[in-house]
């Protein structure tokens, strides 16, 4: 069962402020020009509205680790389904190299983007 579609791969728009207020995301986005928006791509085996969630409330692990994005919770505005849902459901190897190529395309396309 290594190719079972257990995960997602989804899309955040953020604040525009993240650009102004936050030095790490702009020398991650070189090729900005500032006309399109300022996204989080980042993929779960949660549900993206679930994963959403969890990063806006700041939650946490069982172990009390933080699982949010500073990105995502600080700065997280909405979910971005035109970009992502008609890639979903994924096995967890395609979502990781998804994750990856989204966030390189959606770059080239002039997005300013912030993955891990």
């Given at each position: 069962?290594?190719?079972?579609k257990?995960h997602?791969v ?16 702009r ?24 994963r ?20 995502v ?12 849902a ?31």
């Amino acid at each position: 069962m290594r190719n079972k579609k257990t995960h997602h791969v989804y899309v955040v728009e953020l604040d525009q402020s993240v650009w102004t207020k936050d030095w790490k995301f702009r020398a991650a986005n070189p090729q900005y020009k500032g006309r399109l928006e300022c996204l989080y791509v980042g993929m779960s085996s949660h549900h993206p509205k679930v994963r959403f969630q969890k990063h806006v409330t700041g939650a946490r692990s069982k172990k009390g680790h933080k699982i949010s994005s500073y990105y995502v919770e600080r700065y997280g505005k909405l979910l971005r389904p035109s970009l992502y849902a008609d890639y979903n459901p994924l096995s967890k190897k395609d979502a990781i190299q998804l994750e990856e190529d989204l966030s390189n395309r959606l770059k080239a396309q002039g997005y300013a983007v912030w993955w891990n």
